[in-house]
């Protein structure tokens, strides 16, 4: 059974920096995509950054030059680097895998899910 669980979120002040981690397990996804996208109460599930099977990397504007993604592949591991956090920033974070190499923005191109892990940026 294939889980990706996450984990880092919390409560932070604006300005300050969060790691978000996910922890593949049941299969190895180290030749495929991954990526993050988060989701706040009433609306649609958004792309923040993903990363495919050699390491590229791509963002969403509002992410891009404050977050980083990165993965470990021996560790069957994907992270994301949260610096510069805004109140905009606020939402449930979650991990996402696919069956593909290249990655993609929309969500519906990713098949495995982690539960998500909250992350709130306070004022």
């Known amino acids: 059974q294939v889980q990706l669980v996450e984990s880092g979120g919390g409560l932070v002040q604006a300005g300050e920096s969060l790691r978000l981690s996910c922890a593949a397990s049941?299969?190895?996804?180290?030749?495929?995509?991954m990526a993050w996208f988060r989701q706040v109460p009433g609306k649609e599930r958004e792309f923040v950054a993903a990363?495919?099977?050699?390491?590229?990397?791509y963002y969403a504007d509002s992410v891009r030059g404050r977050f980083t993604i990165s993965r470990d592949n021996a560790k069957n591991m994907v992270y994301l680097q949260m610096n510069s956090l805004k109140n905009e920033d606020t939402a449930v974070y979650y991990c996402a895998g696919s069956n593909v190499r290249y990655y993609d923005t929309s969500p519906s191109r990713y098949d495995f899910w982690g539960q998500g892990t909250q992350v709130t940026v306070s004022s």
């Open positions: 049941g299969r190895t996804f180290s030749g495929y995509a």
């Open positions: 990363i495919n099977w050699a390491s590229a990397t």
